[in-house]
């Protein structure tokens, strides 16, 4: 049944419950238990060996950086790490996985008990941490033939096998009640906050797009007063926006049903982000349905007391602290660097302001049009189309008189279509500002003339009756005059300077 009801309708009668479980691909150079790379791209099936590819008599062996990278994402996450704990078998039909278990852990994770603090709307919202595990990512499964790019209707299916056995760190939710309707805007928050602090400890690219981090949503809905519901777990979600759409769309579509008197069942669903909505994929398992026992060929993990110190010691600049410098640095709100933290635009403002713009001229451009153009693209705002070098001279040509907002917009919108540079498209599309009196002054006698009434009224001393010759310059000019040139012009012309 298709949803009918507004979302703020839905919440003013239900209460949502979501949790996240995010999993992120570590950057190391070699795989889990063997020394494959792990380079992404490469051509299907050359980064497999013996033990990846699950072959009689191969012995995993494990990574030290890996685990290292775990437990510096568990610090972050102000966890408490195991001083003991050991690797699982997960049992389930893998096609994408040689050995047909995932190697993970169960009862006995790496790390437990952390939290993540992040603020919407100007509050701040703990979201708790259950735990943090490590664990082996699988294959990659392409099924071709088809229309939707899935199992059903394709006609083969091709399995690359070089990205089983990648480090894997799953983090896991507490479940977060009495979000109300802020529950899309609190997971997006979550997950970028995430995403952000992953990439200070520099343990993993975390490229959405390129699945190095997916997000599993998970979503019920209850009457106020009642027991939590029965959750849905929308799965492998790569992007932050398409987090929050994920959320607001399984709480239209779970209202819709418990309307109509239905119940949810427990299953894993897929968001499709050319509609917005979540289809059904499978019933979701239990614990007990994989089978979990401990993984015999491994020995258990006892990190080094004195080993965890000197990594929490040398734990990098937290996000949140970060901004909190960024934003005295800046001269900004504490609002204004919010607003810029949920368009995912810190760091790119950060990096434009190292080759050179000011951070005002920084934001206006990321916040700006920047940010309108992702938005209605459907992508990351690092998507966008520009680098932070390239907003870095574009603004230069701005604050050097060579451009003015207007033709900038337009030197733009050249870049992100794939021109060149700053430079190279404004040269090519002649969009240079023209602040040569010379040039100038037949436009500037054209518009007196033009305008007799106006010309007089400037005559007589009402040198503000000016902007409107400015105009019609401009429109003479396509933009292209420097502004404050023409005023001179004008008033040097009409005797009123």
């Given amino acids: 049944m298709e ?6 309708d839905v919440l003013t009668r239900y209460e949502p419950v979501i949790g996240l479980e995010t999993h992120v691909e570590l950057g190391t150079k070699t795989k889990m238990f063997c020394g494959c790379k792990t380079d992404f791209g490469a051509e299907p099936n050359t980064q497999t060996c013996p033990v990846c590819l699950a072959l009689p008599g191969a012995l995993p062996v494990m990574n030290r950086a890996a685990i290292e990278a775990t437990i510096q994402i568990g610090l972050a996450l102000n966890c408490d790490i195991a001083e003991w704990c050991r690797m699982a078998r997960k049992n389930y039909f893998y096609p994408d996985m040689p050995k047909n278990f ?3 852990q169960y009862d006995e994770p790496l790390c437990v008990e952390g939290y993540v603090d992040v603020t919407v709307d100007g509050k701040e919202y703990r979201i708790g941490i259950e735990r943090v595990h490590i664990e082996e990512d699988t294959g990659k499964t392409l099924h071709v033939g088809g229309a939707t790019g899935r199992i059903h209707g394709a006609t083969e299916s091709l399995v690359d096998y070089n990205r089983a056995g990648i480090p894997l760190v799953e983090i896991v939710t507490k479940p ?3 979000l109300g309707a802020l529950a899309p805007e609190v997971a997006k928050a979550y997950v970028a906050e995430l995403r952000d602090i992953v990439r200070a400890l520099g343990v993993s690219d975390v490229r959405m797009e ?11 809905l209850n009457l106020p007063g009642d027991d939590w519901g029965t959750r849905t777990e929308t799965k492998n979600v790569n992007s932050l926006r398409s987090v929050e759409r994920a959320v607001r769309s399984e709480i239209i579509r779970q209202a819709g049903i418990l309307d109509d008197g239905g119940k949810i069942f427990q299953e894993t669903r897929h968001f499709q982000e050319t509609t917005g909505d979540t289809r059904s994929g499978r019933s979701k398992e239990t614990a007990t349905d994989y089978r979990y026992f401990p993984e015999p060929d491994l020995v258990p993990i006892a990190a080094d007391p004195v080993w965890v110190t000197s990594l929490r010691e040398a734990l990098p600049e937290k996000p949140s602290v970060k901004r909190a410098r960024l934003r005295e640095e800046w001269g900004i709100s504490e609002s204004d660097m919010q607003s810029a933290a949920n368009a995912g635009a810190v760091e790119l403002i950060e990096e434009t302001i190292a080759a050179g713009a000011s951070p005002a001229g920084a934001r206006k451009w990321w916040l700006g ?6 938005n209605e693209l459907g992508v990351e705002l690092s998507e966008a189309g520009a680098t932070p070098v390239q907003v870095a001279e574009l603004q230069k040509l701005v604050d050097d008189g060579k451009l003015n907002d207007k033709l900038a917009r337009q030197v733009l919108e050249g870049v992100v279509a794939g021109e060149g540079d700053p430079a190279a498209v404004m040269a090519s599309r002649g969009l240079e500002v023209v602040n040569d009196t010379g040039a100038l002054t037949a436009a500037v006698d054209e518009a007196i003339a033009a305008n007799p009434d106006i010309a007089a009224k400037i005559r007589d001393g009402k040198v503000a009756a000016a902007g ?5 310059v401009m429109k003479t000019t396509r933009g292209q005059a420097d502004a404050k040139t023409v005023r001179d012009l004008i008033l040097e012309r009409l005797g009123a300077s």
């Fill in 176 to 178: 977060v009640p009495g």
């Fill in 468 to 472: 409107a010759l400015v105009g019609a």
């Fill in 369 to 374: 049009e920047l940010a309108r153009r992702s």
């Fill in 102 to 104: 995932q190697t993970s």
């Fill in 3 to 8: 949803p009918t009801m507004s979302y703020e």
């Fill in 210 to 220: 390129q699945g190095s981090m997916r997000c599993d949503v998970n979503t019920s």
